[in-house]
């Protein structure tokens, strides 16, 4: 079992910055981390990936540029920086955590924390 905590959501005004983080507990040893985000009506779409050494990452043509994932393992922490946000980033946003490659379904990720609410005014 993993259990996700995700933190550093909030309203910014667009063209700006947000650090979100998502800590881990329980199992994390070799856990692929993702974050995805749902605005309300919509699916829950792919914002990022990471391997568990972090050698690899993976992001929509949308975000990259703007957002960059990375990890702190000894921390059990995967962080999420988003730049030069826009309106329609507005979204909860959630980490995920699977055993094995990253990959960009969300069906693939076993355990989910509660979403932080990410919110950009125009």
């Known amino acids: 079992q993993v259990q996700l905590v995700e933190s550093g959501g909030g309203s910014v005004q667009a063209g700006g910055s947000l650090r979100l983080s998502c800590v881990a507990s329980?199992?994390?040893?070799?856990?692929?981390m993702g974050w995805f985000r749902q605005a309300p009506g919509k699916e829950r779409e792919f914002v990022a990936a990471?391997?568990?050494?972090?050698?690899?990452?993976y992001l929509p043509d949308s975000a990259n540029g703007r957002f960059t994932i990375s990890r702190n393992n000894a921390r059990d922490t995967v962080y999420l920086e988003m730049n030069s946000l826009k309106p329609e980033d507005t979204a909860v946003y959630y980490c995920?955590?699977?055993?094995?490659?990253?990959?960009?379904?969300?069906?693939?990720?076993?355990?989910w924390g509660a979403g932080t609410q990410v919110t950009v005014s125009s």
């Open positions: 990471i391997s568990w050494s972090g050698g690899r990452t």
């Open positions: 329980g199992r994390t040893l070799s856990t692929t």
């Open positions: 995920g955590a699977r055993l094995g490659n990253p990959t960009i379904d969300k069906d693939d990720y076993n355990y």
